[in-house]
Nanobody, 124 residues
Framework: QVQLVESGGGLVQAGGSLRLSCAASGRTSNSYAMGWFRQAPGKEREFVSAISGSALSTSYADSVKGRFTISRDNVKNTMYLQLNSLQPEDTALYYC?????????????????WGQGTQVPVSS
């Protein structure tokens, strides 16, 4: 089993920045691809960004491209998401996820492990 714990969320004003972290523990592997997803109130969970096990490949949703940056530190077993130029529409519960293969996916169903989420409310 793999445990994922997100941190770094919190209230921020529009235009502000946050850095989310996702710490992995348990039967982790540096080859696991990981991703960030978010779910706004009343909406379905949606893809935000993903990174391959090697960190050589990344993907972003169009809505966050150019504002968010995903990265990972395989020594620390931690993934990050830098959120810049936040807007009220970015308000959501942000989840990290991991899958037991090295290549990422943009689909929620492809991820076996999930964290509990961290809230990111953005005020206007």
């Amino acid at each position: 089993q793999v445990q994922l714990v997100e941190s770094g969320g919190g209230l921020v004003q529009a235009g502000g920045s946050l850095r989310l972290s996702c710490a992995a523990s348990g039967r982790t592997s540096n080859s696991y691809a990981m991703g960030w997803f978010r779910q706004a109130p009343g909406k379905e969970r949606e893809f935000v960004s993903a990174i391959s096990g090697s960190a050589l490949s990344t993907s972003y949703a169009d809505s966050v491209k150019g504002r968010f940056t995903i990265s990972r530190d395989n020594v620390k077993n931690t993934m990050y998401l830098q959120l810049n130029s936040l807007q009220p529409e970015d308000t959501a519960l942000y989840y990290c996820a991991a899958r037991k293969v090295s290549y990422y996916s943009r689909m929620t169903v492809d991820y076996e492990y999930w964290g509990q989420g961290t809230q990111v409310p953005v005020s206007s």
